[in-house]
C-alpha cells in the first residue's frame, strides 16, 4: 500500500490545490484495481466540515470552500481513497506519518515544519517514503540552495505536472530502489533537518520506536 500524508494549513500559501489536481490526474491514470494500491490522507487545520458559505470577502475563506469541494469531489470519484480531516494531535504525527509519503504542495510558504517531521519519522525507521516538498517551501528552498536537490522529489511550486511527476517518482523510488529511496531520505534528514539549530523537530524520545512501543 502506497500511502501519502499532507499536514498543512488550508490557506493559499499552502498550495493544496495544486496536490488535489495532481491526485486527481494521478489516480485517472489507473485502472479502478490499481487504484486500491493507494491512499491519499488530509489533515488541514483550518478545514471544518461544518463550515458555512465563505466570505466573500474573506480570500482565506474561500480558499478553504475550494479546497473543501475538491476533496468532496475527489471523495466521490475516488471513494475510500481519498480521506480528509480537520486536525491531528502532534504525537499523532508519530503514528499516521509512519511508512507513508510525506507531502507539501507550498506555493509560499515557510519551515513546513509537519513534512520534516515525517521525514525524520521514516529515516530513523528505515522506511523507503521519500518526502515530496514543493519548491514553493521555506525547507525546500533551503536544502536546494545548500546542494541537496537530487536527494527527493522537489516539484516546482504551483505545478501540479510537476507534483504529480514528483508523485510517480517518489513511488518507483520505493518499489524498484527501497534502499537508495530510504538513504536518500536519510541523508536529507541528517544535513538539512538534524543540523537546524532553530527550530524543533521531531523529540528524539521517538527515535527507533514503533507506534506500540511508544
Do not use: W
Amino acid at each position: 500500500m502506497h500511502r501519502f500524508l499532507c499536514i498543512d494549513r488550508a490557506d493559499p500559501g499552502k498550495g493544496l490545490v495544486i496536490y488535489l489536481e495532481a491526485i486527481d490526474t494521478f489516480l485517472n491514470n489507473m485502472t479502478p484495481a490499481e487504484r486500491q494500491k493507494y491512499r491519499f490522507f488530509g489533515c488541514h487545520d483550518l478545514i471544518n466540515a461544518n463550515v458555512q458559505p465563505a466570505n466573500t470577502i474573506d480570500v482565506k475563506e474561500q480558499y478553504v470552500k475550494v479546497v473543501q469541494q475538491m476533496y468532496a469531489a475527489l471523495q466521490l470519484k475516488f471513494p475510500g481513497i481519498v480521506h480528509i480531516c480537520a486536525g491531528l494531535p502532534k504525537y499523532g504525527v508519530l503514528f499516521a506519518a509512519d511508512d507513508c509519503y510525506p507531502v507539501t504542495s507550498a506555493s509560499d510558504d515557510g519551515l513546513n515544519l509537519a513534512c520534516q517531521e515525517m521525514a525524520y519519522i521514516n529515516a530513523v525507521r528505515s522506511r523507503s517514503r521519500m518526502p515530496i516538498i514543493a519548491q514553493g517551501a521555506g525547507f525546500a528552498k533551503e536544502a536546494i540552495r545548500r546542494g541537496f536537490s537530487r536527494l527527493v522529489p522537489f516539484p516546482e511550486a504551483g505545478s501540479a505536472i510537476g507534483m504529480l511527476t514528483a508523485m510517480h517518482e517518489a513511488v518507483d523510488a520505493s518499489r524498484y530502489h527501497p534502499r537508495t529511496a530510504n538513504v536518500m531520505n536519510a541523508l536529507l534528514v541528517k544535513e538539512c533537518i538534524m543540523t537546524r539549530g532553530d527550530t524543533v523537530v521531531v523529540d528524539k524520545t521517538y527515535k527507533g520506536l514503533s507506534p506500540d512501543e511508544y
